[in-house]
């Protein structure tokens, strides 16, 4: 079992490092908002790229041994505001949020649990759901004096009464009784577009890509060789107004999905291609180095189910095990089954036929819709949760054991020192290596901190220039991990490095 990874550690490192800033940074950043710096926009366009190739380029044999056919499509991210209408957002697509009149703050009603005095005496203190111990236990001391978290009973908040909120002490307030009832908060961002600001100008920032993809499905079929079953994938920004961002990237209100729709006859086995998807995703995330151990199916049950997916077989999300959560998982994909729900719907809201037409029956029907919907930038955090690696042994204390796939940098070629010649054989070899994969040459400063910083980065493989090399073009190459080294011949170098990267 790895060690877990405070979560402050690895949010520290992302900003030393450059992979992710708070968005606005200057000015004391904006709640939910981050930008990516050098290494975190090659690490999630990496990740990306191998999102589109296994899904769009090379996706799965079908249930009958035949290769699938899934196409992209970049779509708008403001789109004609009835489509958020027939898809059920603008309506239902909504938290049950609660407020404190006394320190404002505004709270997810389902993220929150209520600690119950078992004896029914003193107030019940209500705590974020991933509160830490030591945080559960400092207010404990403070606010019910003389009792210990032993002495409570934990129960989530929508468990409990309304007629019991006066005895609540909210999670960042002394005093009992200022939490508000819970209300539904539409999770919708918004802007007008044009001039006036009317609700007749009213468009919304999409919550999901997947929207789009539905409205395009006739499109597609009557423009692409596309044939039942067959998906549209999409990836891109999806915003959400997320009362409470959390957990870095996490929760955020800007962020990435990765989203697929897979369209097949209502006749056909929706089971079979449920779980098809259901496993062919998670072995994806497998492949780009999460461990089994740190991953986990949850079947959601019929009440938390998502307003478009009450029917049919059900949803499985992907879970990660995320520092702020373990031992317990949240989620990284959902695997939905979203039924004939938005093609009829958009069918209903257009007018337009959103139907298909069987070529040997000619009989019309509303495709049967399966879903996965990854999130992107919830992805990069579980990769790099799972990457970062305590180790004593080296100057920089850990290293990034990102999957080479992934890795923003495949290889560093670092000359001993700044004279000699070393620099010079250095930019050739950086000059034939830039041309096949990411690649960092570093010149100055001591040997051991340039390790230190591909160790923190996560580049695979240092290839040192020395005092060697110019009698026998040897370089020593250093292996991340194992801070093994090994000379190799110039001419070797990049053979060997896509060796051991199986980097295409
Ligand atoms: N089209 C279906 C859909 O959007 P979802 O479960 O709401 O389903 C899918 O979202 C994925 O998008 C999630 O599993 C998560 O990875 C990502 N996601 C959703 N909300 C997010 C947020 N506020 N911040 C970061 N990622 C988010």
Redesign the pocket.
Same mark, same amino acid.
């Given at each position: 079992m790895s060690a877990i990874i405070p979560m402050k550690d690895i949010v520290s490192l992302c900003k030393r490092r450059g992979f992710i800033f708070p968005a606005s940074d200057i000015y004391g950043g904006v709640n939910g908002f981050w930008d990516y710096g050098p290494l975190g926009t090659e690490l999630k366009n990496n990740i990306r790229d191998l999102w589109w190739k296994s899904m769009v380029i090379t996706p799965p044999l079908g249930l009958d041994g035949a290769p699938l056919q899934i196409v992209g499509v970049d779509t708008a991210i403001i789109q004609n505001p009835t489509l958020w209408k027939a898809s059920g957002h603008v309506d239902g697509f909504s938290d049950p949020m609660l407020d404190c009149r006394e320190t404002k703050l505004r709270y997810r009603e389902d993220k929150l649990i209520v600690l119950k005095s078992k004896d029914g005496q003193g107030h019940a203190l209500v705590f974020h759901e991933d509160a830490e111990q030591d945080t559960i236990d400092a207010r404990l001391k403070k606010l019910a004096r003389g009792k210990s978290s032993a002495d409570f009973e934990t129960v989530s908040l929508p468990e409990i009464d309304l007629s019991e909120y006066s005895n609540l002490i909210g999670p960042d307030t002394k005093k009992a009784g200022t939490l508000t009832e819970p209300k539904e908060f539409n999770l919708m961002l918004h802007t007008y577009l044009g001039a006036a600001a009317g609700e007749d100008n009213k468009a919304y920032l999409r %919550?999901? =890509?997947?929207g789009s993809i539905f409205t395009n499905f006739k499109n597609i079929v009557d423009t692409s060789r596309v044939r039942i079953p067959f998906g549209i994938a999409q990836i891109g920004k @999806?915003f +959400?107004n /997320?009362v409470t %961002?959390r957990n870095f990237? *996490?929760? @955020? +209100?800007e *962020?990435e999905?990765m /989203?697929m729709q897979f369209f097949c006859d209502p006749k056909d086995d929706i089971k079979g291609w449920f779980d098809l998807w259901k496993n062919y995703r998670k072995e994806w995330w497998l492949s780009i180095g999460l461990s089994d151990e740190n991953l986990n199916f949850h079947e959601h049950t019929q009440d938390d189910l998502?307003h478009y997916a009450k029917e049919g077989v059900g949803a499985y999300?992907i879970e990660y095990k995320y520092p702020f959560i373990a031992p317990g998982f949240d /989620?990284?994909?959902?695997i939905?089954d979203r039924s004939q729900f938005d093609l009829s719907q958009h069918e209903k809201f257009s007018s337009k036929k959103m139907q298909y037409q069987n070529l040997q029956t000619n009989e019309w029907y509303t495709p049967y819709v399966l879903?996965t @919907?990854?999130?992107l =930038? +919830?992805g990069v955090l579980a990769v790099l949760c799972e990457a970062y690696t305590i180790d004593e042994n080296r100057p920089s204390g850990m290293y990034m054991n990102c999957h080479p796939s992934i890795a923003p940098k495949k290889a560093a070629i670092l000359p001993l020192v700044a004279k000699d010649g070393q620099p010079e054989i250095a930019q050739k070899l950086y000059m034939e290596m830039r041309e096949h994969m990411p690649v960092d040459l570093d010149i100055k400063q001591n040997i051991g901190k340039r390790y230190a910083r591909q160790d923190e980065i996560g580049t695979p493989f240092c290839i040192t220039i020395d005092p060697q090399t110019r009698e026998d073009q040897t370089v020593t190459i250093r292996e991340r991990n194992t801070m093994a080294q090994k000379r190799v011949h110039l001419d070797q170098v990049l053979g060997y490095v896509q060796g051991n990267l199986k980097y295409s």
């Open positions: %919550p999901e =890509t997947c @999806s +959400r /997320e %961002p990237i *996490f929760r @955020s +209100r *962020f999905q /989203e998502a999300d /989620e990284l994909e959902g939905h879903e @919907s990854a999130g =930038t +919830r």
